[in-house]
């Protein structure tokens, strides 16, 4: 079993950027695929990035590509998620997850494991 907790949230004016993190503890960090997921208000929790534990490979949502970077450093148990040019539409609570998908997955049933969320809003 692993815990994981967001941080990095905050309020930011369109095309501004932000650096999210995820923090676990537990079960060896290199055991998991981690991916960061969010969810606007009246909406469905979309995928927005993930990194696999191999490789790694990683993988990116269309609507972020070429904004958003994901990494990983195991040593220190911890994902990070750098947010670049950032546009309202990406106002959400962002989530990480575990999965034990050994290349990664973009599905949320695939993840058994899930942070608390931290706030991103982006005005315009």
């Known amino acids: 079993q692993v815990q994981l907790v967001e941080s990095g949230g905050g309020l930011v004016q369109a095309g501004g950027s932000l650096r999210l993190s995820c923090a676990a503890s537990?079960?060896?960090?290199?055991?998991?695929?981690i991916g960061w997921f969010r969810q606007a208000p009246g909406k469905m929790r979309e995928i927005v990035a993930y990194?696999?534990?191999?490789?790694?490979?990683?993988y990116y949502a269309d609507s972020v590509k070429g904004r958003f970077t994901i990494s990983r450093n195991n040593a220190e148990n911890a994902v990070y998620l750098q947010m670049n040019s950032l546009k309202p539409e990406d106002t959400a609570i962002y989530y990480c997850?575990?999965?034990?998908?050994?290349?990664?997955?973009?599905?949320?049933?695939?993840?058994?494991?899930w942070g608390q969320g931290t706030q991103v809003t982006i005005s315009s």
């Open positions: 997850a575990a999965s034990t998908s050994f290349w990664g997955t973009a599905s949320s049933i695939d993840y058994a494991y």
């Open positions: 537990g079960r060896a960090f290199s055991d998991y695929s």
């Open positions: 990194i696999s534990q191999a490789g790694p490979r990683t």
